[in-house]
C-alpha cells in the first residue's frame, strides 16, 4: 500500500490536491436595501466580517508548499487596509454591500494581485451568516 499523503510527484494520484488558507477579520459599517428586517438595514450599521482565502493546488517540488502563506498574509492586509473601517456603500468596485459581494471584491482583489484563489468565504460571527465563494479552476 502506498504511503499518504503521496508525493506530489507520483503520478498515480492526479486527483489529491492540498488548500491552504488563511483569514483576515475587519469591521466596517454599510447599509442595504431589504424588504426583511428594513428599516435597520436602512440605517447605517456596522458588522465585524471574518473573511477566508483558500488556494489550492499541489506544492512547489522547490519549497514544497502551494504559496507562500507570508506572501498571500501580505496580500490579504492590502485587501483588508480597503475594506476595513471603511464605509461599504463607498468602496470602489464593491457594488451593494452584501457578503456575496464582499466575496467577489476579496477574490478579485487577490487575482489581480496574482494570487491563485480558489474559494473565498465571508461570515459574520454574531450574526451566524456565512457566504463562500468557489472559483472555477
Known amino acids: 500500500m502506498a504511503a499518504f499523503p503521496p508525493n506530489p ?18 469591521d466596517a459599517a454599510h447599509t442595504l436595501k431589504r424588504e426583511v428586517e428594513a428599516e435597520g438595514s436602512r440605517r447605517i450599521h456596522g458588522h465585524t466580517y471574518h473573511a477566508r482565502a483558500t488556494l489550492r493546488g499541489l506544492p512547489d517540488p522547490a519549497t514544497g508548499m502551494v504559496y507562500d502563506l507570508g506572501h498571500l498574509r501580505a496580500l490579504l492586509g492590502e485587501v483588508r487596509q480597503c475594506l476595513d473601517h471603511h464605509f461599504l456603500d463607498e468602496v470602489a468596485g464593491l457594488g451593494v454591500p452584501t457578503l ?24 459574520r460571527e454574531a450574526g451566524g451568516d456565512h457566504c463562500r465563494l468557489t472559483l472555477a479552476p
Open 9 to 26: 510527484q507520483d503520478h498515480r494520484y492526479p486527483l489529491v490536491h492540498y488548500e491552504v488558507s488563511q483569514e483576515f477579520y475587519f
Open 100 to 123: 456575496e459581494n464582499l466575496a467577489a471584491y476579496i477574490a478579485r482583489s487577490l487575482q489581480v494581485r496574482g494570487c491563485p484563489v480558489h474559494s473565498v468565504e465571508v461570515w
